[in-house]
């Protein structure tokens, strides 16, 4: 912000959100360890991982319809 010709810093209005680093195995798998805790999923559930659509990169981790 410029106020009469001095430049002035603006103050962070929220904090910066703590990202959470996930590993693949060298089998090629995902470990995702907060993975209930973050979608509320329960113990048997399944899912499918879809390819992005169209121009966007991200994949999607839907659950299996039955």
């Known amino acids: 912000m ?3 010709g ?12 703590k990202k ?3 590993q693949v195995t060298a089998t090629g ?5 907060d993975f209930s805790e973050l979608t509320g999923a329960k113990e048997g559930e399944t899912y499918v ?6 121009r966007s ?4 981790l839907v659950p299996l319809g039955s």
């Open 2 to 4: 410029v106020d009469t």
């Open 6 to 17: 001095e430049i002035k810093q603006a103050s962070r209005k929220k904090a910066a959100e």
């Open 20 to 22: 959470t680093p996930y």
């Open 29 to 33: 798998r995902l470990t995702i360890s």
């Open 49 to 54: 991982l879809e390819s992005p659509r169209g």
């Open 57 to 60: 990169k991200a994949w999607r």
